[in-house]
């Protein structure tokens, strides 16, 4: 039985994120997408935030025939489910969820340079 509301798609995007561990204090990752859809979406990752914990998430889709560059998806989430390595699986990963639209923001990297800033910040 289905339970999602929103469509998903397929997408393999680059994908920053980060989550507060208490006393142990700030964690990151990073991962691709494995699916979006409007209001959350699952990254594959070696590094898993612990379930229903709140996360900031940053994706990078990549651009589109006719434009000239991509669109970077950031915003605060929610951490819903955490699936672990297993014989059928090949990767770690999770799936966040936002139920409020304005906790997502969309920024247009018109420029090539942007983008590159961006994915070389990721990378650190």
């Known amino acids: ?9 397929r997408l393999g995007a680059p ?18 997408t494995r699916d979006i859809s409007v209001k959350g979406a699952f990254i ?5 935030p612990p379930p229903n914990c709140s996360i900031q998430v940053d994706l990078l889709l990549p651009s589109v ?12 989430a929610r951490v819903i489910r955490v699936e672990h390595q297993s014989p059928k ?9 936002t139920g409020d639209l304005n906790q997502w923001g969309l920024t ?6 942007d983008v590159a800033t961006l994915e070389q910040s990721g990378a650190n």
Do not use: D, N
């Open 1 to 9: 039985m289905e339970l999602r509301k929103e469509i998903r798609y």
């Open 15 to 32: 994908a920053l994120f980060s989550w507060q561990g208490g006393r142990s204090g700030c964690f990151q990752g990073e991962g691709i």
């Open 44 to 48: 594959e990752t070696a590094i898993t």
């Open 65 to 76: 025939p006719g434009m000239k560059g991509a669109v970077r998806i950031t915003g605060r």
């Open 89 to 97: 699986k090949q990767a770690h990963g999770f799936a966040v969820a």
């Open 108 to 113: 247009a990297l018109q420029v090539e340079s």
